[in-house]
C-alpha cells in the first residue's frame, strides 16, 4: 500500500505507466522493530537491533550455505513508499534532487538494499544486524556480499573491454 502525502516545496511527481510485471517473487518477510517510517534509521548499523529474514517455502533449502559469510547482502520491496516522486527534497531542506542521485526509499521501482552482518540462522530464519525497513517488509533476494564472494569467477573478455 502507497501512502498518499503532500509534497515538499521544490519536490515533483509524475504520472506512473502502466505497470508491467517482471515476474518478481517475494521469498520471504523482514521482521524489525520499526512501525514507522520516521522512527526507521536511515541507513542501518552493524551494531543495531537483531532482525529476522523470515524466509518462505519453497525457499527455506537456499538458506544452506549462508553462514559461511559474515556479510550478506538483502534485496527488498519498500512497499509502503510511494513511486512517482522524480524529484525529491531530502530532510525537507528545500534543496530538491533527482531520486536516482538519493537512497531514498521513494522511487519508481522501491527496491532496498542492504549489506548486513550475519548473526545466525535458525530453520527458517537468518538473524541480521544493518537493516534500515520496517517490520513486514517483503524480502526479494539474500546474497553473500560480493566483497566476501570467493571464488572470484575467472577473467571473461568482457571484464576487459573499455571504450
Not at 12 to 32: H, K, N, Q
Not at 80 to 93: A, E, F, G, M, T
Not at 141 to 162: H, I, M, N, W, Y
Request: charged share 25%; net charge neutral; glycine share 8%.
Amino acid at each position: 500500500m502507497v501512502r498518499e502525502m503532500e509534497l515538499r516545496q521544490g519536490e515533483v511527481s509524475v504520472d506512473m505507466p502502466s505497470a508491467r510485471d517482471a515476474g518478481l517473487v517475494f521469498i520471504g518477510r523482514i521482521r524489525t522493530p520499526w512501525t514507522s517510517r520516521l522512527a526507521t534509521p536511515r541507513q542501518g548499523r552493524h551494531d543495531g537491533p537483531v532482525c529476522r529474514l523470515e524466509i518462505f517455502e519453497p525457499w527455506v533449502a537456499a538458506i544452506k550455505g549462508v553462514d559461511f559469510y559474515s556479510n550478506l547482502e538483502v534485496l527488498y520491496w519498500l512497499h509502503q513508499s510511494r513511486r512517482d516522486i522524480v524529484l525529491q527534497s531530502p530532510k525537507n531542506n528545500g534543496n530538491t534532487r533527482g531520486t536516482f542521485s538519493l537512497r531514498s526509499p521513494v522511487r519508481p521501482n522501491p527496491i532496498g538494499t542492504s549489506i548486513v552482518k550475519l548473526v545466525g540462522v535458525e530453520g527458517n530464519v537468518i538473524l541480521v544486524r544493518g537493516l534500515d525497513c520496517l517490520d513486514e517488509t517483503p524480502l526479494i533476494d539474500v546474497k553473500p556480499d560480493r566483497c566476501e564472494f570467493t571464488p572470484l569467477a575467472p577473467p571473461q573478455s568482457g571484464d576487459f573491454e573499455t571504450e
